[in-house]
Nanobody
Framework: QVQLVESGGGLVQAGGSLRLSCVTS????????MAWYRQVPGKQRELVAT???????NYADSVKGRFTISRDNAKNTMYLQMNNLKPEDTAVYYC?????????WGQGTQVTVSS
């Protein structure tokens, strides 16, 4: 069983920045990969960024150059630094890990970007 707790969401103006955190209940080095997703009401959950145990990263095209995913192994924490935020980034952001055969999710943190 893996527990994930996100924090760092809030209300920000367009062009601003936020940093999301996701603390895991397990040793982060035991996880092959971690990810951030986001979801807008009425739409499917969207993959935002992933990071592997070897710190290989991937991003959705919509956030490339603006968002940075990272991990602090000593703190068992994953981060999402979000810069130059746009109103279309408004969503609930979720932390995800997959430990087969299960997917684990945090409770989500709301990010609202005003124009």
């Amino acid at each position: 069983q893996v527990q994930l707790v996100e924090s760092g969401g809030g209300l920000v103006q367009a062009g601003g920045s936020l940093r999301l955190s996701c603390v895991t209940s397990v040793n982060i080095l035991s996880l092959n990969a971690m990810a951030w997703y986001r979801q807008v009401p009425g739409k499917q959950r969207e993959l935002v960024a992933t990071i592997t145990r070897r710190d290989s990263t991937n991003y959705a095209d919509s956030v490339k150059g603006r968002f940075t995913i990272s991990r602090d192994n000593a703190k068992n924490t994953m981060y999402l630094q979000m810069n130059n935020l746009k109103p279309e980034d408004t969503a609930v952001y979720y932390c995800n890990v997959r430990v087969l055969p299960s997917d684990y999710w945090g409770q989500g943190t709301q990010v609202t970007v005003s124009s």
